[in-house]
């Protein structure tokens, strides 16, 4: 038995049945036995740049002979630490932003609504609290993420976290509009969005859906907060997918991509317009931070882990393959399980169930993901009854191939 609390597991069914991963390469992982398994997930979204880059672990281990780190609250920096927040800003959606870290995507979350309610409040509008979220949104599990998530299981059980927000359907700039118009305008702080949805089942939207749902929460004097957790550092097929989208973002949250996930860092880009408060000569101290805000040694491995991002030009390769990630998923579609391949911005993808089958099975989404599995790939059911399918973006076009044998073998059996 375990004494390991797993995230999102039900234990009585994990404990005892555990799958150890022991290393990976590239696009692979093997686990305690020996057996190799392509990731279709890239982990949880974040391994970008593959496994087993000796750079990164050669920048920690250049950095933790120096000093692991110190904190940073006050005047406290560090070399890495300043080095990266200048390095982001470069690749900022907006000119100018500023960049504060945490360590993760939930973290980021929680500093973002913090920080539009803070802002509003020393502007002189306090009573902008409401935050807009969208249906099949996932914002992390911290407080602001749990009360913004749009997957209400992921609510359930909790009672009250933070008030006011409100829901509204992912894909429909009218129902904003009438969201706002029924909050008022003026009480609006922010609109939570994804630029692709992703946990919520990978749900691109079209970029009209984008710009419009921006110009309608600028017109209400709201912040427009883009959670690039997931579709942040070369996954979109841009360094931002807000770049990609030219969407000027009041604020970002990213993660995952930041490090490919070697060590957990997190935090916001904050445009010019949202720091301008607190970083005026008479401003007043912004209570909100962590113990490892700007880790000196995770910082050392973003570093190292854009160098290669940037060397390897992983971006524009995830934008080239994204037809090719398509194109490939396309045969899925003759399985009878199989309704609708959801793809098209960079390496990001779902393989949808059909809604009968998942009617009358509601788990046949975690028997397949179990079944591809055993099959020698690994993906990951997610909301809405379909597969998750985001690579690391140095995959092949072989491998690829070899990703969706993996799933149609698996989703065959599983049938």
Same mark, same amino acid.
């Given at each position: 038995?375990?004494?390991?609390?797993?995230?999102?597991?039900?234990?009585?069914?994990?404990?005892?049945?555990?799958?150890?991963?022991?290393?990976?390469?590239?696009?692979?992982?093997?686990d305690s036995e020996g057996n190799r398994y392509l990731d279709g997930t890239a982990g949880l979204w974040f391994t970008n740049i593959g496994y087993g880059r000796p750079e990164i672990?050669?920048?920690?281990?250049?950095?933790?002979?120096?000093?692991?780190?110190?904190?940073?609250?006050?005047?406290?920096?560090?070399?890495?630490?300043?080095?990266?927040?200048?390095? &982001?800003?470069?690749?900022?959606?907006?000119?100018?932003?500023?960049?504060?870290?945490?360590?993760?995507?939930?973290?980021?979350?929680?500093?973002?609504?913090?920080?539009?309610?803070?802002?509003?409040?020393?502007?002189?509008?306090?009573?902008?609290?409401?935050? &807009?979220?969208?249906?099949?949104?996932?914002?992390?599990?911290?407080?602001?993420?749990?009360?913004?998530?749009?997957?209400?299981?992921?609510?359930?059980?909790?009672?009250?976290?933070?008030?006011?927000?409100?829901?509204?359907?992912?894909?429909?700039?009218?129902?904003?509009?009438?969201?706002?118009?029924?909050?008022?305008?003026?009480?609006?702080?922010?609109?939570?969005?994804?630029?692709?949805?992703g946990a919520g089942g990978v749900r691109p939207v079209p970029e009209t859906y984008l710009k419009e749902s921006r110009r309608i929460i600028r017109e209400a004097g709201a912040l427009?907060?883009?959670?690039?957790?997931?579709?942040?550092?070369?996954?979109?097929?841009?360094?931002?997918?807000?770049?990609?989208?030219?969407?000027?973002?009041? &604020?970002?949250?990213?993660?995952?991509?930041?490090?490919?996930?070697?060590?957990?860092?997190?935090?916001?880009?904050?445009?010019?317009?949202?720091?301008?408060?607190?970083?005026?000569?008479?401003?007043?101290?912004?209570?909100?931070?962590?113990?490892?805000?700007?880790?000196?040694?995770?910082?050392?491995?973003?570093?190292?882990?854009?160098?290669? &991002?940037?060397?390897?030009?992983?971006?524009?390769?995830?934008?080239?393959?994204?037809?090719?990630?398509?194109?490939?998923?396309?045969?899925?579609?003759?399985?009878?399980?199989?309704?609708?391949?959801?793809?098209?911005?960079?390496?990001?993808?779902?393989?949808?169930?059909?809604?009968?089958?998942?009617?009358?099975?509601?788990?046949?989404?975690?028997?397949?993901?179990?079944?591809?599995?055993?099959?020698?790939?690994?993906?990951?059911?997610?909301?809405?009854?379909?597969?998750?399918?985001?690579?690391?973006?140095?995959?092949?076009?072989?491998?690829?191939?070899?990703?969706?044998?993996?799933?149609?073998?698996?989703?065959?059996?599983?049938?």
């Amino acid at each position: 038995m375990t004494s390991f609390w797993h995230p999102f597991a039900a234990m009585g069914a994990v404990a005892g049945h555990e799958l150890t991963i022991t290393r990976g390469e590239g696009v692979y992982v093997w686990d305690s036995e020996g057996n190799r398994y392509l990731d279709g997930t890239a982990g949880l979204w974040f391994t970008n740049i593959g496994y087993g880059r000796p750079e990164i672990a050669e920048a920690v281990q250049a950095q933790m002979a120096k000093i692991a780190t110190y904190h940073t609250f006050g005047d406290y920096t560090h070399e890495p630490t300043t080095q990266l927040a200048e390095r &982001i800003a470069s690749l900022a959606p907006v000119p100018n932003s500023k960049v504060f870290f945490g360590s993760g995507g939930s973290d980021a979350v929680d500093t973002a609504g913090k920080l539009a309610r803070r802002y509003f409040h020393e502007i002189g509008q306090p009573e902008r609290t409401v935050f &807009i979220f969208r249906d099949w949104a996932y914002h992390g599990m911290h407080g602001f993420g749990t009360s913004v998530a749009g997957l209400s299981p992921n609510r359930e059980g909790y009672g009250p976290m933070i008030d006011d927000v409100v829901g509204v359907p992912y894909d429909s700039a009218e129902a904003l509009q009438a969201a706002v118009d029924e909050i008022g305008a003026h009480r609006v702080a922010a609109l939570f969005s994804e630029p692709v949805i992703g946990a919520g089942g990978v749900r691109p939207v079209p970029e009209t859906y984008l710009k419009e749902s921006r110009r309608i929460i600028r017109e209400a004097g709201a912040l427009y907060i883009a959670d690039e957790v997931i579709t942040g550092f070369g996954r979109a097929g841009d360094w931002f997918a807000s770049n990609r989208f030219s969407l000027e973002p009041d &604020i970002v949250t990213f993660a995952k991509g930041v490090t490919s996930g070697y060590l957990p860092l997190g935090g916001v880009i904050a445009s010019p317009n949202v720091a301008a408060p607190f970083w005026a000569a008479d401003s007043p101290m912004w209570r909100h931070g962590y113990t490892y805000s700007g880790h000196a040694t995770v910082c050392a491995a973003g570093l190292a882990n854009l160098d290669i &991002i940037e060397k390897e030009k992983l971006p524009q390769r995830a934008l080239e393959l994204e037809t090719v990630l398509t194109e490939t998923l396309q045969p899925l579609l003759e399985l009878d399980a199989v309704t609708e391949i959801r793809s098209g911005v960079g390496l990001m993808a779902a393989i949808q169930f059909d809604p009968q089958l998942l009617a009358d099975d509601p788990n046949f989404a975690a028997k397949a993901n179990a079944s591809v599995r055993d099959h020698g790939v690994l993906t990951r059911a997610i909301a809405g009854g379909g597969l998750q399918i985001s690579p690391p973006l140095v995959i092949t076009e072989a491998e690829l191939d070899e990703l969706v044998a993996g799933h149609r073998a698996g989703i065959e059996a599983a049938s």
